[in-house]
Structure formats: structure tokens, C-alpha cells
């Protein structure tokens, strides 16, 4: 069970990263790109949102693994095998990198336009406007949106479990089928799945105290 | 062109958004150490001109230089320019400072961030020293107590005066700035004019947007009146102020007072 939930872990950090990795660069898209890498981030956002993300795991896990096989044996590195796990983070980062592409979007418009251009005015490159001050600036506006995020990450994990690998939910099961200790065996996922929520949302509030630092509280 | 005593030579600098002809042919130049004042009626283009000098907005026609450098453009294909060399347009920023009305502070870092962060992350300049010669200037406006906190929490006028210390450090060929003390209530306008008064009075070269006609008169030596996109008139303050020849100048100081 401890395997299962290491897998988990790693599932979710690595999945949650891809995802954040694909949101700010889908946000930049969106939101400075010309009109056709506009249209082609519309298309992924809205299509990723609009399926269901059972459906999504699948297809993207036996589509996605086979095209990226094929693509490699075409590339000429013969038939490559890919794990499960690279896999499974690759799929929960795609599902997460839609979300996130929004939640950065709409943080990143919240930024005071007189920032970005205090840092045009003051010679920084556009490369540097956005690494200086556009994506610290919107970090507090994207914080609660990213929050919910990491929740939903986690809770992504889970759904894995159909695709048979091997993560605290599939693992939980296999074990309580076998000693028919069913109650205690979900009970128990049950309590690590919360007891791993409880940690994170101590570790958001750290951060997002941080994060707000430069803003004045109006609660 | 123009030798080393000019900072900013603008020749027939023309603006427009769409149809509307908001600068229509403007040419100005502001030797090393002139404070030029820049007064005119709402909407009569002065935002505008300035942020043509420093290229925030791109002039439709004209041409800036500062220090003799001539800002290469080149036709964007749609009758209008864009930057030839956008490492020039930042290089060129990076020693133009502006002084927003908005004050436009980097909210995500502290005061002495603020300060610094141009030298350090534009100007190469090493961090100690950048922090060395940030204290130096926010103890000449007074802030130097403020250095660690966030300008959210810092009145108007305390974060108009350590955005002129921001201007300040990376020593600037020219200074512009567009109604400083628009935005402050008004009990703090004159500790922000107070500043900006001995900058003027230290002769740093300055473009000066401003509403305060008696503050103008007093620092600049050189005022200019727009009116719809064209300098209507110019001339040394006490003329302007003293003894306006225009119609519309008149008008526009009388309504003022
Ligand atoms: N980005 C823009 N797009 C379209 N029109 C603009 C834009 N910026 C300014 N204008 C227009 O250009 C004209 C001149 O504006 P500008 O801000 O330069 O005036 P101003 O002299 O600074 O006025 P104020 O004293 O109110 O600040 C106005 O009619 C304004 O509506
Ligand atoms: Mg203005």
C-alpha cells in the first residue's frame, strides 16, 4: 500500500508539473501568441474541459502511448516501450495543462497593465517583462485557482486505477480482494488520501501567504 | 546629428490611434539640463508625446534621438513604424526614466526591490553595489525606513517619491515624467514637489508633464503648450506664464487659476 501511495505521489507531482509547465506557456499562447497558436490552445482547452477525464485517461493513455511508441520506432529507436508511470504522468499533465492554461490566463490579465509597462519603460526585454514581472505578479491572483488544481490532481491518481497502474487506489483494491478486509483496506486509503489533502493545504497557505506578501489584505 | 549637449532632439513627431491624429507634427528638443515643462488641455496629446520619446507608444512618423542616437525605425507595411533594433529601444529605455502618474510600482517587490531591480536585472550593475547606491537615494526621498516594505502599504505620495528614487538609479540621461502628483491627494503633492523641485533645481534633464502651473513656472525653464496635437506656443516660463501671446494660451490660464 505504501508502493501504491509512493506511485500516487509521484503521479500527482509529476503530472501537477507538467500541467503547470503547459499552463504558462498555453496562457502565453493565448494570450501573446499570433492568431493560429491562439486558435489551437481554444481548441485544446475547450476540447480537454468539454470530455469527461475518465474518457480523456483512457483515450490519451492508449492513443496517446501508442502514437508516442509509433513516433519514436519512426524516429529510429526501435520499439520502445514506455513505462507506466512516465505514461500516467504524461496524461494527467495534459488534462491538468488545460486547466491550468485558464487559471494562468485569467491571473495573468489580472496583473495592472502599469507593471507591465513600468518594465517595457524601464528596458526589459519581453522575455524579461514576463519572468521579472508579469509571472510574479499574477502568482497571487493564480494561487487559489492552482490550489484547486493540485486537489483535483491528486484525485486524478485515482483514476488510473482503470488503466491498471498500480497507484494507492488500484493497490487498495487488489488487497482487500485478496483478504476481503474491504472496510479496513479503503478505510485506510481513505485516511491517506485526507491526511495528504490536510498537508497540502497547510503547504498552500504557507505559500500563498508568501505569495501576497506585497498585497493589502481586505478581509 | 546634434551634439553631445543634446539629450532629446523629437523632430515632426506625428501619433495617431485609429483615425484620430492625436500628435500632428511635433518637434522639441531638450538640451542637457533643461526642465522642460509640457502643460495643455485634457486630451491635447501630452501622455502621448511622451511615451513616443521612450517608445511605449510608436509615433506614426518623426524621429527621437537621445544623446544623438537616433532611434532607428522602419515601416511596419501599414503606414506606420516599428522599432528597426528593439535591443536599441531597451537600451535606450533603460536610461530614460519615467515617473508614472500611477506610480506603477512593481507590487511583488519591496521598496529597495523596486529600486534596484532595473540596474541589476537591465544595466548588469552587481547587486551590492546596486543596494549600496539604492539606500543612498531612498534616503535623499526620505524613505530609507520604507526600504523593506511592499508599496502597497505606503501612502501616494511615499510611493511617487520612491518611483523617482527608481528613476533616479539608473541614472538617467533624462527624466520623464506625466503628471506625478495627478493621482496624490492633496496634501501630499508638495512632498513629491519637493523632490522633483531639486532634481529640477540640480539640473537633470527633464520633460515634465504637469498640472501645477506654479510649480512649472518656478522649475523649468522652458514650457511648452500643447493644444490638439501641435505646440501652439513656447517659450521661457515667465513669458508663457507672464505675458501668453495665444488666444488658447490665455484661455487655458485663466481657467486654470
Ligand atoms: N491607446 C489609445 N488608443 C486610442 N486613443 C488614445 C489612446 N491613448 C490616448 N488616446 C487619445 O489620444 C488623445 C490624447 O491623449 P493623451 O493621453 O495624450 O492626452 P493628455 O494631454 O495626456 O490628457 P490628460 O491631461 O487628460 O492626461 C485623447 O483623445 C485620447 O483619448
Ligand atoms: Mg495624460
Redesign the interface.
Known sequence: MLVGFIQSLKLAFGGYGLGLLIGIGGACGKLYGGPILRDLMEIYTTLIRAIPELVLMLLLYYAGTDALSQLLALAGYGSVDINALTAGIFVIGVVQGAYATEVFRGAIKAVPAGQIEAGRAYGMSPMKVLTRVTLPAMLPYALPGLANLWMVATKDTALLAVIGFSELTLVTRQAAGSTKAYMLFFLAAGAIYLAWTLVSSLVIRFIEKRATRGLVRTA | MGGPEQAIQVTDLHKRFGSLEVLKGISLTARQGDVIAIIGGSGSGKSTFLRCI?L?ELPTAGTVSVHGETIEMKSDGHGGLIPAN?RQV?????????V?Q????????TVLQNVI??PV???GVPKDQAIATAEALLKRVGLFEKRDV????LSGGQQQRAAIA?ALA?QPLAMLFDEPTSALDPELVGEVLSVIGDLAREKRTMLLVTHEMKFAREVSNHVVFLHNGLIEEQGPPDEIFGAPKSERLKKFISSIH
Open positions: 521612450n511605449l528593439r531597451q537600451r535606450i529605455r533603460s536610461r530614460l526614466a519615467m508614472f500611477s506610480f506603477n510600482l512593481w507590487q511583488h517587490m531591480e532595473a536585472h537591465v544595466l511592499y508599496p502597497a502599504f527608481r539608473v
